[in-house]
């Protein structure tokens, strides 16, 4: 359960990262 939402955390913070970058 921990890994998941730590693994969920990381796919969001490096989606909006990538978005920021791009924007």
Do not use: Q
């Amino acid at each position: 359960m921990i890994h998941a939402k730590v693994l969920v955390i990381d796919e969001e913070v490096s989606i909006i990262g990538s978005a920021n970058l791009t924007n």
